[in-house]
């Protein structure tokens, strides 16, 4: 439950400052942070070198 929270509070910043730029580069760094998650560090590298 507090990833949610933490989620709640990045879109809380966002609409109170205005930084919606930053939001698809927060949406990355969550899909991530899942990947990584699930699959382990190992699979997320090949996307990394891969330039995506």
Do not use: D, N, S
């Amino acid at each position: 439950m507090k990833f949610f929270q933490i989620f709640k509070e990045m879109l809380y910043m966002i609409k109170k400052h205005k930084f919606y730029f930053m939001a698809p580069f927060l949406l990355m760094l969550a899909f991530l942070g899942i990947l990584v998650f699930t699959l382990g560090p190992k699979a997320v590298l090949a996307f990394i070198y891969a330039g995506l």
